[in-house]
């Protein structure tokens, strides 16, 4: 079955840890795309990818990172600079960047 | 100001009611529109789009778009309890990520 695989589906981590959530499509997409979602905030896009080795800070990229080595993989790392991490994050990928999203199932991350 | 906006509800409605979920949007360059549907701690799923003015029928959802006044509406006939869930409306600017509304959240009361 083609789509987007996000995985863990929650995770917990301790305050001051990094924590890489990953993301992998098997779309063929050319872009990929990092959200995230906070009750009453709607979808923040955090970083975007159009193409392999390539990536674009979204609205609210401080304290994140990604990388885009591979076409099918657009992993996020939240650091420790991130001041508020625990909520649910998407990550989604389409053909173009402005072409209809697909998006994972979401990770729920919660920092204690 | 956001270039979408949406009323985040929370809507309630009896089910069979008519259904109507409303966005705004001020970029004149948006030519498509795309509404998603979330349940609850699951990802936005695409539900339907449409290119131009006019409507589009999908069984029980019709999109309509309004360019002249930039108003995006999703109707939803014969409600049922399924469709109790978050509506996200979207458009995309140019070659840029799509721009989200922060979504209506829809209850369906059987």
């Known amino acids: 079955d083609g789509g987007i695989t996000q995985s863990p589906k929650y995770l917990f981590r301790k305050e001051g840890q990094n924590v890489t959530l990953s993301c992998e499509q098997n779309?063929?997409?050319?872009?990929m795309y990092w959200y995230r979602q906070d009750p009453g905030q709607g979808l923040r896009l955090i970083y975007y990818?159009?193409?392999?080795?390539?990536?674009q800070k979204g609205d609210i990229a401080e304290g994140y990172s990604v990388s885009r080595e591979k076409k099918e993989s657009f992993p996020l790392t939240v650091t420790s600079a991130q001041k508020n991490p625990t909520a649910f994050y998407l990550c989604?990928?389409?053909?173009?960047?402005?072409?209809?999203?697909?998006f994972g199932q979401g990770t729920r991350l919660t920092v204690v | 100001q956001k270039e979408v906006e949406q009323d985040p509800g929370p809507l309630s409605v009896p089910e069979g009611a008519i259904v109507s979920l409303n966005c705004t949007y001020s970029?004149?360059?948006?030519?498509?529109f795309m509404w998603y549907r979330q349940y609850s701690r699951k990802g936005p799923e695409l539900l339907m789009y449409?290119?131009?003015?006019g409507n589009k029928e999908d069984g029980r959802f019709t999109a309509q778009v309004d360019k002249s006044s930039k108003y995006i509406s999703l109707f939803i006939r014969d409600s049922q309890p399924s469709d109790s869930a978050t509506y996200l409306c979207?458009?995309?600017?140019?070659?840029?990520?799509?721009?989200f509304g922060k979504g209506t959240r829809l209850s369906v009361i059987a």
């Open positions: 990818s159009q193409i392999v080795n390539d990536f």
């Open positions: 449409t290119y131009s003015s």
């Open positions: 970029n004149s360059a948006f030519q498509y």
């Open positions: 779309l063929n997409h050319d872009a």
């Open positions: 979207a458009s995309p600017s140019g070659n840029t990520p799509l721009v």
């Open positions: 989604a990928s389409s053909k173009g960047a402005g072409a209809e999203a697909f």
